[in-house]
């Protein structure tokens, strides 16, 4: 079965941190961009962070630049999310998303909570 598995997500004070996985099976992740993205209640999904699929390029949304920090481990099957100086508005469900930009195939993982609260 072809799917991608998040975990790592929690409660944490601001200012704390956290890091996401996005684990593959059934496909290995090395020719896929991944996406982070995030959807907090009432708002639309949006945009965390990328990082490419050739080159392992990343890019982040400005709300969390300096922040988080995505990277792939090849061995493991595995992409990660560190996200550092969390704050209340980084409450959200976060998703990663697996795509090959060669063959079209697209996955999406079923999201792990992040709160951030004290």
């Known amino acids: 079965q072809l799917q991608l598995v998040e975990s790592g997500g929690g409660l944490v004070q601001p200012g704390g941190s956290l890091r996401l996985s996005c684990a593959a099976s059934?496909?290995?992740?090395?020719?896929?961009?991944i996406g982070w993205f995030r959807q907090a209640p009432g708002k639309e999904r949006e945009g965390v962070s990328c990082?490419?699929?050739?080159?392992?390029?990343?890019s982040y949304a400005d709300s969390v630049k300096g922040r988080f920090t995505t990277s792939r481990d090849n061995a493991k099957n595995t992409v990660f999310l560190q996200m550092n100086s969390l704050k209340p508005e980084d409450t959200a469900i976060y998703y990663c998303n697996a795509e090959n930009l060669a063959t079209g195939e697209d996955y999406w993982g079923q999201g792990t909570q992040v709160t951030v609260s004290s």
């Open positions: 990082i490419s699929g050739n080159d392992d390029t990343t």
């Open positions: 059934g496909f290995t992740l090395d020719h896929y961009a």
